[in-house]
């Protein structure tokens, strides 16, 4: 008996994905990975870390088109790591660390401050 000859190819195999950046978030705002490292590693310490931005334009609601929804306009971003607190009187500042209002009380910060991803990228570009 005959058997009629079947023409095989290779099975169909999508291209895989470029695996993507990851995208560092706090507080639902993009962040640099230097700064979300700073983050995770205050928290591994065990001390409280607080995320501000210097809102150069108001309200998170009334940001113009033309200002980064980012940074709120103010080309970077803020990173507390909390030394000491919370205190009901202002702290006197020691050595690098410096007086905070977060959350209804006063701490002893560390801060550093941060470019915005969004703006930088936007300039680098």
């Not at 640099?32 to 150069?56: D, H, S």
């Not at 209804?104 to 969004?118: E, K």
Request: charged letters at 20%; hydrophobic letters at 40%; aromatic letters at 10%.
């Amino acid at each position: 008996m005959y058997q009629q000859p079947t023409m095989t190819r290779a099975a169909y195999r999508p291209e895989p994905d470029r695996p993507q950046r990851p995208r560092f978030q706090l507080a639902g705002r993009r962040v640099t990975q230097e700064m979300f490292y700073a983050a995770e590693q205050g928290k591994r310490g065990g001390n409280r870390v607080f995320f501000f931005t210097l809102t150069a334009c108001g309200d998170e609601t009334d940001v113009a088109p033309t200002v980064c929804a980012n940074c709120l306009g103010a080309e970077c971003l803020g990173l507390d790591v909390v030394t000491a607190g919370p205190l009901r009187d202002i702290p006197t500042p020691t050595g690098s660390s410096r007086a905070a209002w977060h959350a209804g009380a006063w701490w002893l910060v560390a801060r550093a401050m941060y470019p915005c991803p969004v703006c930088m990228r936007e300039i680098v570009l």
